[in-house]
């Protein structure tokens, strides 16, 4: 039976064996090759990495830290030239700077105003050149005009949509609300259909700083404005997980109030025009977005689906107003009209798409929503009182063929067994599970679909953990809290992982697994490459012609707490678990992208 099902698997690879150690592992048959790392040039003026001697300058012309989505668009008609897309999520301090050490989040005191410098040059994104040469291997074009960094500390973007020029929007640096510097905490994101680049702001609310704060060092309100206070609760501002406000006003929401209205949003870089200035597109609405992975509809509508990475909040989705065509600079302006809705998952299997326009139902001055603007900087209180369904942490969502998405609840430990319903039907969700959107007529447009759950993830050989996979996946295959997804060239699904310390509780590292969506194996995953410890696996990105995969290792090194395999978490410069990829002992494990191909040419797993 065994034979005959891996017969009929649409992935023609055969798994590798789960585990946990200093490297990664790939399925055989495939190369894997490191092709850009935290620090390496990416501009022709750029220094060589000296990470003893880091500095912000330096860091603005190098590759950025903890990559997380990538995205490609081809520069010629066989795809051997391209733009490689990167966002830069966030950083970890403890491994970028030597001897520094874990910090103490309320006191941050050995975060100087350089190192917060070079943090904030860190973060972001990175638009690079890369090409294929005759013998398969791409490699970083290091002198092309068009690489360039996005950084929060760097980069002017413009503010369009309902939300631009809004008083909310204004700030002493910018009283036009039209302007701001960088975008932050960048995690998924997506290519539109005519190679724009989106850069989705998650965890936006970390960045946000107080001088006021209690006797246990959490934020003191006493003194805000109610409806303030509990509109900051509701986005969990101020965060505190940065020392940035210590040094720029702009973080401190003391000194700036209304700057945290400015981020979470998506973010569109055009990568061909390296003049041009990215835009926060406030029509897709102010949440922790996870990603924004495009699709059109049936009758040639922009639709992006994005999650509100949160315990409890919601799964969205945009529709433009008008259609795709070849006009580039018109179709931008898909992201600027258009109507965003959030998804309620009913009891009978339907998913109901409910629009966020002013006026409508409950979003009334009544309620608080004066305009569209306080609609979308509220997004998450709009969507509240439209009775969305509490997810368990939408992560990636990714659109496929024929109406189809999928939908990565990674896991949400604190549901309770009162709070559970048909979408989300486990408590204490420590695996996560994902579910597969019909949308009615095949229709990425529809309002109304039908939902499934694909699998629930976690070890099905042990019962209480409530499993649910295909029974043809073996110990290799099932996996654990599921990220990002991506739909490769020939339609099949992809799926990588990010446990963070609940690696511990699998003893597995995180990884790609290639997951079943059709006919008898639907539900039957497989593992094809696996991070090196302490790294969680983001991108994955697959080019049109099917033959490179994009891969992106985070934080290598640092998650996780002591496991089966062995090891200790110790996260420091001096002792990490790894130094992947360099294995130099004068150098800290390094955040980097590989590229994936096929020994000797042709289609990934084809
Ligand atoms: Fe940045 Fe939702 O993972
Ligand atoms: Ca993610
Ligand atoms: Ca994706
Ligand atoms: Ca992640």
Same mark, same amino acid.
């Given at each position: 039976?065994?034979? +005959?099902?891996?017969?009929?698997?649409r992935y023609?690879?055969?798994?590798?064996?789960?585990?946990?150690?200093?490297?990664?592992?790939?399925?055989?048959?495939?190369?894997?090759?490191?092709?850009?790392?935290?620090?390496?040039?990416?501009?022709?003026?750029?220094?060589?990495?000296?990470?003893? =001697?880091?500095?912000?300058?330096?860091?603005?012309?190098?590759?950025?830290? =903890?990559?997380d989505y990538v995205g490609f668009?081809?520069?010629?008609?066989?795809?051997?030239?391209?733009?490689?897309c990167?966002?830069?999520?966030?950083?970890?301090?403890?491994?970028?700077?030597?001897?520094?050490?874990?910090?103490?989040?309320?006191?941050?005191?050995?975060?100087?105003?350089?190192?917060?410098?070079?943090?904030?040059?860190?973060?972001?994104?990175?638009?690079?050149?890369?090409?294929?040469? $005759?013998?398969?291997?791409?490699?970083?074009?290091?002198?092309?005009?068009?690489?360039?960094?996005?950084?929060?500390?760097?980069?002017?973007?413009?503010?369009?949509?309902?939300?631009?020029?809004?008083?909310?929007?204004?700030?002493?640096?910018?009283?036009?609300?039209?302007?701001?510097?960088?975008? &932050?905490?960048?995690?998924a994101g997506g290519m539109?259909?005519?190679?724009?680049?989106?850069?989705?702001?998650?965890?936006?609310?970390?960045?946000?700083?107080?001088?006021?704060?209690?006797?246990?060092?959490?934020?003191? &309100?006493?003194?805000?404005?109610?409806?303030?206070?509990?509109?900051?609760?509701?986005?969990?501002?101020?965060?505190?997980?940065? +020392?940035?406000?210590?040094?720029?006003?702009?973080?401190?929401?003391?000194?700036?109030?209304?700057?945290?209205?400015?981020?979470?949003?998506?973010?569109?870089?055009? /990568?061909?025009?390296?003049?041009?200035?990215?835009?926060?597109?406030?029509?897709?609405?102010? %949440?922790?977005?996870e990603g924004a992975e495009t699709t059109?509809?049936?009758?040639?509508?922009? &639709?992006?689906y994005?999650?509100?990475? =949160?315990?409890?909040?919601?799964?969205?989705?945009?529709?433009?107003?008008?259609?795709?065509?070849?006009?580039?600079?018109?179709?931008?302006?898909?992201?600027?009209?258009?109507?965003?809705?959030?998804?309620? %998952?009913?009891?009978?299997?339907?998913?109901?798409?409910?629009?966020?326009?002013?006026?409508?139902?409950?979003?009334?001055?009544?309620?608080?929503?004066?305009?569209?603007?306080?609609?979308?900087?509220?997004?998450?209180?709009?969507?509240?009182?439209?009775?969305?369904?509490?997810? $368990?942490?939408?992560e990636d969502a990714q659109p496929g063929p024929?109406?189809t998405a999928y939908i990565m609840?990674?896991? =949400?430990?604190?549901?309770?067994?009162?709070?559970?319903?048909?979408?989300?039907?486990?408590?204490?969700?420590? %695996?996560?599970?994902i579910?597969?959107?019909?949308?009615?007529?095949?229709?990425?447009?529809?309002?109304?679909?039908?939902?499934?759950?694909?699998?629930?993830?976690? $070890?099905?050989?042990?019962?209480?953990?409530?499993?649910?996979?295909?029974?043809?996946?073996?110990?290799?295959?099932? %996996?654990?809290?599921p990220d990002n997804a991506a739909v490769d060239a020939e339609g099949r699904l992809w799926i990588s992982t990010d446990?963070?310390?609940?690696?511990?509780?699998?003893?597995?590292?995180?990884g790609l697994y290639a997951l079943?969506t059709?006919?008898?194996?639907?539900?039957?995953s497989?593992?094809f490459f696996?991070? /090196?410890?302490?790294?969680?696996l983001c991108g994955p990105y697959f080019t049109d012609d099917g033959e490179t995969l994009f891969l992106a290792?985070?934080?290598?090194?640092?998650?996780?707490?002591?496991?089966?395999?062995?090891?200790?978490?110790?996260?420091?410069?001096?002792?990490?678990?790894?130094?992947?990829?360099?294995?130099?002992?004068?150098?800290?494990?390094?955040?980097?992208v590989l590229v994936v191909?096929?020994?000797?040419?042709?289609k990934i797993a084809?």
């Open positions: 039976a065994a034979a +005959a099902a891996h017969a009929a698997s023609k690879f055969d798994e590798i064996a789960w585990g946990n150690d200093t490297t990664h592992h790939i399925a055989e048959g495939y190369d894997a090759q490191v092709l850009l790392r935290w620090g390496d040039p990416i501009t022709a003026d750029a220094p060589e990495f000296d990470v003893m =001697n880091q500095t912000a300058e330096a860091q603005l012309k190098q590759f950025g830290y =903890n990559n668009t081809a520069l010629n008609d066989d795809g051997t030239r391209g733009l490689l990167v966002n830069h999520e966030y950083t970890n301090e403890e491994v970028m700077f030597p001897g520094l050490g874990r910090q103490d989040r309320a006191a941050f005191e050995g975060m100087t105003r350089d190192l917060v410098d070079i943090e904030m040059a860190a973060h972001g994104g990175t638009v690079v050149e890369i090409a294929r040469g $005759d013998d398969g291997t791409w490699a970083v074009v290091r002198d092309s005009t068009y690489n360039r960094r996005i950084t929060p500390l760097a980069t002017e973007m413009t503010i369009d949509g309902p939300a631009a020029g809004h008083p909310r929007m204004q700030t002493n640096a910018d009283p036009e609300g039209m302007t701001v510097i960088g975008t &932050v905490n960048n995690c539109t259909p005519w190679g724009t680049y989106l850069m989705a702001e998650e965890n936006f609310h970390g960045y946000f700083w107080t001088d006021k704060v209690d006797a246990e060092g959490k934020p003191d &309100v006493t003194g805000m404005e109610e409806a303030e206070a509990r509109r900051n609760r509701r986005y969990g501002v101020p965060g505190m997980w940065y +020392a940035w406000g210590k040094y720029h006003d702009r973080w401190n929401i003391d000194r700036e109030p209304n700057e945290p209205n400015r981020w979470g949003w998506i973010v569109e870089v055009d /990568p061909r025009d390296p003049s041009a200035k990215p835009v926060k597109h406030t029509a897709l609405g102010r %949440f922790r977005h059109i509809s049936t009758d040639g509508k922009l &639709v992006i994005s999650g509100d990475d =949160n315990r409890f909040d919601y799964q969205y989705k945009y529709v433009s107003g008008g259609t795709v065509t070849d006009d580039r600079a018109a179709n931008s302006r898909l992201l600027s009209d258009g109507t965003l809705y959030v998804a309620r %998952f009913d009891e009978d299997g339907t998913v109901e798409w409910m629009p966020l326009v002013h006026g409508q139902g409950p979003l009334t001055t009544d309620n608080g929503f004066n305009d569209q603007a306080d609609v979308m900087i509220d997004t998450r209180l709009a969507a509240d009182l439209l009775g969305a369904t509490p997810m $368990d942490r939408p024929g109406g609840l990674t896991n =949400n430990t604190k549901r309770q067994p009162d709070q559970v319903n048909a979408a989300n039907p486990r408590p204490e969700s420590a %695996f996560g599970h579910i597969e959107i019909r949308e009615d007529n095949g229709d990425h447009a529809a309002i109304r679909g039908a939902w499934s759950i694909l699998v629930k993830c976690g $070890d099905p050989s042990v019962e209480d953990v409530g499993a649910q996979w295909n029974p043809e996946t073996s110990e290799h295959g099932w %996996f654990s809290s446990q963070g310390s609940g690696w511990s509780k699998t003893g597995k590292s995180d079943e059709e006919g008898d194996l639907r539900g039957a497989k593992l696996r991070c /090196p410890v302490g790294g969680e290792v985070q934080h290598p090194g640092t998650d996780g707490t002591k496991a089966l395999t062995g090891f200790e978490r110790d996260s420091t410069f001096e002792d990490p678990a790894t130094r992947w990829p360099d294995f130099d002992p004068a150098m800290p494990p390094r955040p980097s191909t096929k020994t000797g040419g042709g084809v």
